[in-house]
């Protein structure tokens, strides 16, 4: 590998290429920004490529929180066959599924077609800051050796804010990890026969969650928009009669909270699996994250093994993928200008939306919680954007997270066109654009 310095200036440089990365680096571009993302990935699309069900883009009682990029995503998703739906998960929320396979290419299409430049197998090495906090850009390390990125405005959506954490007073320290943390990784299943899982679903309710979501008032309720819905979406908890053998001390699966299903792609009859997760010490090397494959791997094997005894409808059904990623749950959030709880009050304009897992409620996104504490020319989008914890699991809903990705892109266009700095812009300014560009900021039925 060289060590060759190769410079490159860009307006707005987006860091990591999630759904907040991607939803941000194409808004910018499509609003006049020359934009470049990096990602040491191999490819677009984050955690979006497990097929986990989006959340925080439809609230609990139906009405749309999220549009613009999303929008774009979806009807991307439909062109290549991976058909979108919009269906109740039984448990707390609704959700949209879609495939991860028809995204990737999606997103591919979204993201060059704009006019971004695209630097993939590059990950962030040093953050280029003066000594007034102010973040210049980024010295990126690739194959062809270390790069440094100028960038007017930079958007940190790396999901473990890994330009934001290099500041000082930029993170808030309850997100510093504790003594152990959780690590999962998902798996997608094909050939499975729906109907068969459906109609067991139906006659032992006791061992789905069937009733949390709000606007069911019994199990009959339910059960009939269940059939109704035809799409294999189900959470299978710990204390159900079919897991609480298998799960806890003693058990095959001791470490699982639950299985979570969802579908990905009716044409290859195939759905997205939650369950493989292990507790590991907060350790953070390398070394350490990346033993964690091997238990998670032969947690996955026990796990289809135990589906394809237990549940009607998996005695076809094959391994498809696993995903791309381990995810860590927990981690380090940024310290913004301001800090969401749920209790802040959406005085100030409102550039997102999202929707509380724990009480249904949609709440308003303040700029200032993308904005970092003490620097400038630095935004934060995405999953890691300051949050307190009890607005965390809202917040970083894949939704959620272009949502944020979106109104820091368009914030990082305007703000690298006007060469003012970002907390001179005018928020209602950018919420009135992003809503002339689809976005959701007052939620519509
Ligand atoms: C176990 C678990 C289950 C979840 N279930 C759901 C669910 O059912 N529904 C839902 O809506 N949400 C769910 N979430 C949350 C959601 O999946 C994530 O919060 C969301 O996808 C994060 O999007 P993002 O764009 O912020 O980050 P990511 O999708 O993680 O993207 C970050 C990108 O940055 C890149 N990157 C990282 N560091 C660097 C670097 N230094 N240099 C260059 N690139 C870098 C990575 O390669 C990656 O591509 C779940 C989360 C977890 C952990």
């Given at each position: 590998m060289g060590n060759a310095i190769w410079d490159i200036d860009t307006d707005v440089l987006v860091v990591g290429g999630g759904a907040a990365g991607v939803s941000a680096a194409v808004t910018a571009a499509r609003n006049g920004a020359r934009v470049t993302i990096v990602d040491g990935a191999p490819m677009l699309g984050g955690e979006l490529l497990t097929g986990r069900p989006v959340d925080g883009a439809i609230a609990l009682d139906g009405r749309r929180i999220l549009g613009g990029f999303a929008d774009d995503l979806l009807r991307g998703c439909e062109k290549f066959d991976g058909r979108s739906a919009v269906v109740c998960?039984?448990?707390r929320r609704n959700v949209i599924c879609m495939d991860p396979e028809a995204a990737k290419l999606a997103l591919t299409e979204l993201v060059f077609g704009s006019g971004v430049s695209v630097l993939m197998y590059t990950a962030v090495d040093q953050v280029v800051k003066d000594d007034e906090g102010r973040v210049h850009g980024v010295i990126v390390r690739n194959k062809r050796g270390r790069s440094l990125i100028r960038a007017k405005v930079t958007i940190d959506a790396s999901a473990e804010g890994d330009v934001f954490?290099?500041?000082?007073?930029?993170?808030?320290?309850?997100?510093v990890y504790a003594d152990t943390r959780k690590v999962d990784l998902t798996m997608r299943m094909s050939g499975i026969d729906a109907g068969a899982l459906l109609a067991r679903a139906s006659e032992t309710p006791s061992n789905f969650s069937l009733l949390r979501h709000t606007r069911f008032s019994d199990r009959s309720d339910a059960l009939s928009k269940f059939r109704e819905q035809g799409v294999p979406i189900l959470k299978v908890p710990r204390e159900s009669p079919l897991l609480s053998g298998a799960m806890g001390p003693g058990g095959r699966l001791p470490d699982l909270e639950a299985i979570e299903i969802a579908p990905t792609s009716a044409l290859r009859r195939e759905i997205y699996v939650r369950a493989a997760n292990v507790q590991v010490p907060a350790d953070r090397t390398v070394e350490a994250a990346s033993d964690n494959y091997t238990g998670l791997h032969a947690q996955i094997e026990t796990i289809i093994a135990f589906l394809r005894e237990s549940l009607p409808g998996f005695s076809e059904a094959g391994l498809a993928a696993v995903a791309p990623q381990v995810e860590f749950s927990g981690g380090r959030y940024a310290k913004g200008d301001v800090v969401m709880d749920t209790a802040t009050d959406a005085g100030a304009p409102v550039i997102a939306l999202g929707c509380g897992v724990a009480d249904a409620e949609i709440f308003g996104i303040p700029f200032g919680s993308l904005l970092v504490n003490g620097t400038d020319c630095l935004l934060v989008a995405g999953s890691r954007i300051s949050a307190a914890q009890s607005r965390r699991a809202d917040t970083r809903a894949v939704g959620t997270c272009m949502a944020t990705g979106q109104a820091a892109g368009l914030a990082a266009a305007m703000t690298a066109e006007s060469g003012g700095s970002l907390r001179s812009l005018d928020a209602h300014a950018l919420r009135k654009r992003l809503m002339d560009q689809g976005g959701v900021l007052e939620a519509t039925s």
């Open positions: 998960d039984f448990d954490t290099t500041l000082s007073n930029a993170v808030q320290e309850d997100g």
